[in-house]
């Protein structure tokens, strides 16, 4: 157990399609630890009420953990986790509210830069995953106004599979039962001026590499980090995608040693 003094918020976002329900196994370590826990359900994402249709913008999207950051007493601060697209909403999130963040960590994650838009790395990705590569994934375009950008995605099992390799099987068959099709937002994405050095920038932010993963591999990882590097970075050796299922006692040790 943490002394009184050392004990942190963490507040886990999500990644694409998922929701709060992924990080229940770190959740419960941190807790054990004594710390604070905050898991979210992005709009439209988990448990929270809004489908997909009611969903129109990327400020709905992630007005969930707006309203928690908002609601936050001014002399608190938290430990902001976002994983894999996760890494967007807690970015926006930064720019909003800096001095309600004591450190972001992405992990495996999009971690923007100040002077490309957001929307620059998930293009990267797109650009490096063959169609092979992508599977059983339902990508839903407009083939009115933007017949080359994804507006939605949906996993299949076939993808998922691969997602969560390295997981045990029952959190496969939980993950099936739970994930729900998602908005990318890649139009709105791709304006310029959404993250400033004097917001975003001023935000300390650390980055963990998740060595074996075949959705965001290392290279994509590091790739991200090159572009904007933060203050630290550590790696999981063996983590799949979706570590805090498959490796959740190493993902809790590097979150509390970047925290503190």
């Known amino acids: 157990m943490v002394e009184n003094s050392e004990k942190k918020h963490f507040v886990l976002v999500h990644g694409l399609s998922h929701g709060a329900w992924c990080w229940y196994k770190l959740v419960s370590l941190l807790k054990l630890q004594g710390h604070k826990v905050t ?14 249709h009611q969903i129109s913008s990327i400020s709905d999207y992630i007005q969930p953990l707006l309203d928690f950051l908002a609601a936050l ?5 938290v430990i902001l986790v976002g994983h894999s697209y996760g890494g967007i909403p807690i970015s926006l999130a930064m720019e909003n509210f800096p001095g309600k963040i004591s450190v972001a960590v992405f992990v495996s994650a999009y971690m923007p830069n100040c002077s490309d ?6 293009q990267e990705f797109l650009k490096r995953s063959s169609t092979n590569s992508l599977m059983d994934c339902e990508i839903t375009f407009d083939h009115q106004t933007s017949p080359n950008l994804p507006i939605s995605a949906a996993f299949g099992p076939e993808y998922m599979a691969k997602m969560y390799a390295n997981c045990p099987s029952e959190d496969l ?13 890649l139009e709105e994405l791709s304006k310029t001026c959404l993250l400033s050095e004097g917001r975003y920038g001023a935000v300390k932010r650390c980055y963990v590499i998740c060595e074996e993963d075949e959705v965001m591999e290392e290279e994509f990882q590091r790739y991200i980090i090159d572009k904007s590097p933060p203050e630290d970075v550590v790696s999981i050796a063996g983590a799949g995608h979706i570590v805090m299922l498959a490796k959740p006692q190493e993902l809790c040790s590097c979150l509390t040693e970047l925290a503190s």
């Open 117 to 122: 838009p957001p929307a620059t790395l998930i």
């Open 73 to 77: 007493p001014d002399d608190q601060t």
């Open 39 to 52: 898991a979210l359900d992005l709009g439209g994402c988990g448990l929270h009420p809004k489908q997909l």
């Open 173 to 185: 068959e939980l993950a099936k039962t739970m994930v729900r099709p998602s908005l990318i937002f």
